[in-house]
């Protein structure tokens, strides 16, 4: 006998935000091991490729011996303040933020070696889901998040994430509508007047890894303009202002997509799908954030980074591109061809990258390092490809150069 329609997981609302509280960089910036440098892991996208890799790299940070600047010795990975994941890498990237060094005991027969896609494509298939996935409220990412969730996150949520001490887990995902970055923070959750604490790990692990057409989008409600969210002053100067500061002008489209949430009756509900199509690096935030807080800095406004000298990356890229040989033949390659030969939105993920847009300089001769770390089946590339030392030096001593290519 078929089983009942089900329903997705709904986000709570909140009737009042509270920017003290909650999952979000200026609670979390408490537990940042040096309060001088904050040390930045970047897992892209890449399927189980990524999170094979990402997990690769946290063995190899954690093997890895370092001195702290007091003389003390621990982990590379110890010293790691935020971790981003986009897809393949968001599993990875909760993953750790849940269960810190448990992790290395338990992942790779939790889920690594695990036929997670297999179990999917058998769930899809049994009848006893079929009513359930031709309801409109409930597709294939929500019978894939139910899977998540017995194989690895055992029903934690951001307010477990929140409880730890352990690093910054920024998951994004794409909002389908407008093309945007999503990230899962109380930042952004306060604007959806919605409680992100409540949120499962394995629905924004689901939303981050929904590839277009294979899976369905993940909805949440936005109850925005319905709690006493303020948009931040430092903000509005760069929304409403005629002469705003000059960052990227990305960055500042950003912040207006941003906003449009708080608008819940127009948008009562978004849908997001894998963050790769917005960022399958997942550098174009920390870039993006990177670069209002050097603007409100050049125009005198504190900013939570002032106090920082150091921000160090490592872009841990899992992007492969087998060669094909579809020029040979007159009939196009077929769509399950496409998307298990090429990264889904390739182009995309390339105009994303963060040296396309970097600039130079020196400050005290000090220097700053974005290394990207890729598989072994590809070059390995560890490059200069930007001084990011903070606060940043005045216009007047900056280099113009730009970063190698």
């Given at each position: 006998m078929l089983a009942g329609c089900a329903s997705r997981p709904v986000n709570p609302s909140l009737a009042v935000t509270d920017s003290s509280t909650g999952y979000r960089f200026q609670t979390r910036q408490a537990h940042f091991k040096d309060k001088d440098d904050i040390v930045i892991l970047a897992f892209s996208g890449g399927g189980t490729r990524a999170a094979a890799f990402s997990y690769g790299v946290l063995e190899f940070l954690r093997r890895t011996e370092v001195v702290g600047p007091k003389g003390e010795k621990g982990s590379l990975l110890d010293h790691v303040?935020?971790?981003?994941?986009?897809?393949?890498?968001?599993?990875?990237?909760?993953?750790?933020?849940?269960?810190?060094?448990?992790?290395?005991?338990?992942y790779e027969q939790r889920f690594l070696k695990r036929n997670v896609q297999g179990e999917i494509v058998a769930r899809t298939l049994n009848p006893a889901n079929w009513a359930s996935l031709g309801s409109t409220h409930w597709g294939r990412s929500e019978l894939a998040a139910q899977l998540y969730d017995e194989v690895l996150f055992d029903g934690a949520t951001f307010g477990d994430l929140d409880r730890g001490s352990g690093p910054m887990i920024l998951a994004s995902a794409t909002d389908i509508s407008t093309g945007a970055r999503f990230v899962f923070n109380q930042n952004i959750f306060d604007i959806l007047c919605s409680d992100l604490s409540a949120m499962p790990l394995s629905r924004a692990a689901a939303?981050?890894?929904?590839?277009?057409?294979?899976?369905?989008?993940?909805?949440?409600?936005?109850?925005?303009?319905?709690?006493?969210?303020?948009?931040?002053?430092?903000?509005?100067?760069?929304?409403?202002?005629?002469?705003?500061?000059?960052?990227a002008a990305?960055?500042?489209?950003?912040?207006?997509?941003?906003?449009?949430?708080?608008?819940?009756?127009?948008?009562?509900?978004?849908?997001?799908?894998?963050?790769?199509?917005?960022?399958?690096?997942?550098?174009?935030?920390?870039?993006?954030?990177?670069?209002?807080?050097?603007?409100?800095?050049?125009?005198?406004?504190?900013?939570?980074?002032d106090r920082v000298r150091r921000v160090i990356v490592f872009i841990v890229?899992?992007?492969?591109?087998?060669?094909?040989?579809?020029?040979?033949?007159?009939?196009p390659p077929g769509t399950l061809e496409?998307?298990?030969?090429?990264?889904?939105?390739?182009?995309?993920?390339?105009?994303?990258?963060?040296?396309?847009?970097?600039?130079t300089w020196?400050?005290?001769?000090?220097?700053?390092?974005?290394?990207?770390?890729?598989?072994?089946?590809?070059?390995?590339?560890?490059?200069?490809?930007?001084?990011?030392?903070?606060?940043p030096p005045p216009r007047s001593m900056?280099?113009?150069s730009r970063s190698p290519h």
């Open positions: 303040d935020i971790i981003t994941g986009v897809s393949g890498g968001s599993f990875t990237a909760l993953a750790y933020g849940l269960y810190g060094d448990r992790l290395f005991s338990e939303a981050s890894s929904a590839v277009p057409v294979v899976l369905s989008p993940v909805t949440i409600n936005n109850y925005g303009g319905g709690c006493n969210t303020v948009i931040p002053a430092w903000v509005k100067r760069f929304t409403e202002s005629a002469e705003p500061p000059r960052p990305r960055a500042i489209r950003g912040l207006k997509e941003t906003e449009t949430y708080a608008d819940g009756a127009r948008r009562p509900y978004l849908h997001l799908v894998d963050g790769g199509v917005s960022d399958n690096v997942g550098m174009r935030g920390v870039l993006d954030s990177l670069e209002l807080m050097e603007a409100l800095h050049d125009a005198g406004v504190p900013t939570p980074l890229n899992s992007l492969s591109a087998p060669p094909t040989d579809w020029d040979q033949s007159e009939a496409i998307l298990v030969k090429r990264p889904v939105f390739r182009s995309i993920a390339t105009r994303t990258k963060p040296w396309n847009c970097s600039r020196r400050r005290d001769g000090e220097r700053c390092v974005w290394s990207e770390i890729r598989p072994r089946w590809q070059p390995t590339r560890t490059r200069q490809w930007r001084r990011h030392c903070w606060p900056r280099s113009t």
